[in-house]
DNA sequence: CTGAAAGCGCTAACAA
DNA sequence: TTGTTAGCGCTTTCAG
């Protein structure tokens, strides 16, 4: 800097003035330290700019893990948003261990970025306290709301009450839930909010529940989509739809029936939920609940630059991203 | 740091060496320094330990888009090796435009990652130049060769030639390729050397190309891939076997085809590029080339972090993944 | 083995 | 409007 300084006759505070377009500069001297940048083929070192400024100019993105499709749909998203503000993404795929997701937000204290957007997993309620801190952050998902900052939260309940409420209107009696969770020690989860939206929309149409119809899993990959069924159908279970916690879920839903000469949706009505884009292209295509992704990392990335802006987190609050109902072939509108 | 060699009745260095874990120190020092940094939850702030040390413990991850499964599951594999060598990851997809990747490359100017493993797709060839410097870099992919730095190569000719072997030697005799590339004014890409594998294998059996049947494609998604097939059908093609040249086309080719009353593999075989995960679980399942993903990500990040820690970049080099045809359904070993 | 001190390159008061 | 200058917090010689 000191040699664009040199070059254009001017002081370094100019040439920083003209980095960083602060107001009332000549436009003479903003030509010639342009011009002495691009002969010099100057670039600022942007650590020296983050130790003075306390700006790294990164947004930390933590999920859960990139290989589903939500997550890495969700990351562009979130880097596409973030570009747009002028941010970098440092993403951290927390592998299903509760351990490196801790480790990763202990992590937000060495300043590597100015913002944190934390889409927890294994987290549990007495780990809050290491989220205490004064730097940005947005929570997304439903999960822990005991946290002091704002959430963008996804219709987990409701979406899974729509998609219910379809599959009774086409007259579904017994609809087998992949994926579902059920109450564990006061902790909430995608899965067991949206069980919990399946149950209530149950209970608003009257239909009695079967416990037996709920079927957890290890995972919430395809394979273990396939393997609720197989075991299903093996023991005989009865049901003629399906509602899937997750699209890679219902894909592999799709194809355990299929693989056992059961049609969809002839025999078994299926939904998904989050309307991953190859879910269209799925034989049949694949009717979801659609989380409305995109407008999820707009509103968290916008939350975090406001944040960064002012210069600290922003105290509790809620944000929806709205959701809908995707229909297509695996359970057409009735 | 300068409370904690307070607190700990040490001076700064000290505290440094001990962070540094750098050896010649008493076992008390090193005891009591612990125990301050402990008491008054010391972190390092990274920007200072940067500007002084040059290094930022960042690695920069440019791919085209993470929302191809083939890309989120290579950075998933590129965040995990990172990590297992202390590096974080940035990650900058490209989204398909050209001008993204040169100016992310030339965001390298600016010292924000100690080292860039760029899976480049647009760039051309009279681009090179950006990538002048003595940064670490590391190439992924078969394109680019005039670049003086290490390149991780995938067996792109060598899998659709195995790909094609095995579709001939179950009797197929008419291909369609689907997401086809021709030679265009010197550049290589993924495209184009997996359509040069094809035709190199159909050669060496001894078969006739019939140009109609190398498809090209818009993109490389499953629309793409059931539009292709959707057209060709219109169009009155006749083929028995479909090579898509990655499993996201292919999982649209075998829904076009499903859609038309094709059977697969009864009437068509199918196979894909790529071995992405959901892959066998479609129905049928997807006969692919798995191109060894995990090794890719693992020898880029050797590679790159051998780089950081000699101090610059490595010259001009070729190592390979190594790649194998999975058999399954779509195509089953004949 | 430990400490003192000189910057890394930049930004932001403040002065002119 | 432009220039001077004091650090940001750490690492790293170099002395002791």
């Known amino acids: ?44 070192n942007s650590s020296a700019r983050t130790l003075r400024s306390g700006r790294t100019g990164l947004i930390k993105l933590m999920i859960p893990d990139l290989r589903q499709p939500y997550f890495s749909e969700l990351a562009e998203d979130v880097l596409d948003r973030a570009r747009a503000h002028g941010y970098g993404v440092i993403v951290e795929s927390t592998t299903n261990s509760r351990e490196r997701e801790l480790d990763g937000i202990r992590a937000m204290g060495t300043n590597m970025a100015d913002g944190l957007i934390l889409s927890p997993l294994l987290m549990r309620s ?46 579904a009696t017994r609809i087998m839930v992949v994926g579902a969770a059920l109450e564990e020690r006061g902790e909430t989860s995608s899965g067991l909010l949206r069980t919990r939206g399946h149950l209530e929309a149950l209970r608003a149409h009257g239909v009695a529940s079967d416990l037996d119809l709920l079927v957890g899993t290890e995972g919430w990959g395809s394979r273990d989509g396939a393997l609720a069924v197989e075991r299903a ?3 005989g279970l009865r049901f003629d739809a399906v509602l899937a916690l997750n699209d890679a879920l219902a894909w592999g839903v799709l194809r355990g029936l299929r693989e056992h000469g059961v049609d969809v ?25 659609d989380p409305n992704r995109p407008e999820v990392a707009r509103l968290a990335v916008e939350s975090i630059v406001r944040q960064i802006e002012a210069g600290g987190r922003a105290p509790a609050m809620r944000v929806e991203a709205g ?11 009735s």
Chains 1, 2 share one sequence.
């Open 1 to 44: 800097m000191a040699d664009v300084a040199r070059d254009a006759g001017v002081s370094v505070a100019s040439v920083s003035n003209y980095l960083n377009k602060r107001p009332y500069m000549s436009a003479d001297m903003a030509r010639r330290v342009a011009a002495s940048i691009e002969r010099l083929g100057y670039q600022v």
């Open 126 to 171: 007495d780990d809050v306290a290491v989220l205490d801190g004064d730097y940005p952050l947005v929570m997304l998902g439903e999960r822990l709301f005991g946290v002091d900052a704002p959430h963008v939260i996804i219709g987990n309940r409701s979406g899974a009450a729509d998609a219910t409420a379809h599959l009774l209107a086409a007259g």
């Open 233 to 235: 159908l093996n023991r």
């Open 265 to 289: 949706p002839g025999d078994v009505r299926v939904v998904g939920f989050d309307d991953v884009s190859e879910s269209s292209y799925m034989s049949p295509s694949l009717t979801t609940v």
């Open 323 to 333: 959701h809908a109902l995707r229909t297509r072939e695996s359970s057409p509108a």
